[in-house]
């Protein structure tokens, strides 16, 4: 290999598993196709430029999983090893995270695709996710598209042979009325329509209460103040919940364009992606919810989560629950 090819080599890895670009944008920037991206990300596993290394999951950590998993009626919990810093448990939750949704895809499935620090990052740890549809829950917040679901979608569609569908509108309009309007535009409502049929959804979670979440920045401080005085706890996908699981209903719901709570607890595997331990309460919430099914999680969260269970002393299930432990 002679240096040219080795300086390549090397600014494509860095592009991909550092700068948690896609294939494709970095093809776009060194004018060269998305295949020969991934022959040089291959090669450069090959002969050592980038190393990879996976941390064993201790019987502890495999023990605290199955707790959690008893305890808020899931199906399956992954703990991820956390040896790390916490600002970088956003990458171990990711592979986490991609792991379990290329377990659980199969050729022809339609995935609901939500937002986040964390789920940006999911794509680059995919590597043999089957040919699948993949459906943007929400419209986008804000400005920064290195977070929004068009952005979790094109990482994880680099790996993915299947169609994409985005959302594209804002997540809140500014009336319900406007709202209603976008709904039935003919592109808008074939995604809203894809809701109804989705196999698996991936969604990150916000706690409200903590203010761990993304969407404070774009509500205004009436909005803030209704969402606190009913009670919200939690958010995914624009959807708010309170500590008991029940779905809040405050005025922002008419005007939100993303999948509906009904939609999301009617999908077969929902996989909710939270590592911080000052989002157990939200995790809960989202469980009792009957939203998640499925969690990638840290040890730090998912003792916390015991903790906080403990500390209520919750013996019944929450009627919204929909997988059952005898």
Known sequence: MDRADSKLMTAVAKAFYLEDRSKVEIAREFDITRFKVA??????????????????????????????????????????????????????????????????????????????????????????????????????????????????????SSNAGGRSYALMSALFSSTSSAAARLREEPNIKQVLQKYD?????????????????????????????????????????????????????????????????DQLRATPAVLAVAGEPEKASAIIAIARAGIATHLVTTREAAYEILYLLDSEDVTEPSANS???HG
């Open 197 to 261: 049929g989705l196999d698996i959804a991936l969604i990150s979670v916000g706690s409200w209460k903590e203010r761990i979440t993304q969407l404070t920045s774009y509500l205004s401080e009436s909005e803030i103040e209704e969402l606190d005085r009913l009670g919200a706890v939690a958010d995914c996908a624009g959807i708010f919940i309170d500590a008991k699981g029940n779905y809040v209903q405050s005025s922002l719901n008419e005007r939100r364009l993303s999948v509906s709570v």
């Open 39 to 156: 022959r040089l990300l291959e090669e450069a596993r090959r002969v050592g430029i980038v190393r990879i290394s996976i941390a064993e999951v201790d019987d502890q950590s495999q023990s605290v999983a199955a707790s959690v998993a008893r305890r808020l009626r899931l199906k399956h919990v992954t703990v991820v090893p956390t040896q790390t810093l916490p600002e970088n448990w956003y990458n171990a939750l990711a592979a986490g995270a991609a792991t379990l949704l290329t377990q659980l895809a199969k050729p022809g499935m339609s995935i609901g695709i939500s937002w986040g620090r964390t789920l940006v990052r999911v794509g680059l740890f995919i590597e043999n996710l089957p040919q699948v549809d993949l459906v943007q829950l929400t419209g986008m917040l804000g400005y920064d598209p290195n977070q929004s679901p068009l952005k979790v979608m094109s990482n994880i």
């Open 322 to 324: 929909r997988v059952k």
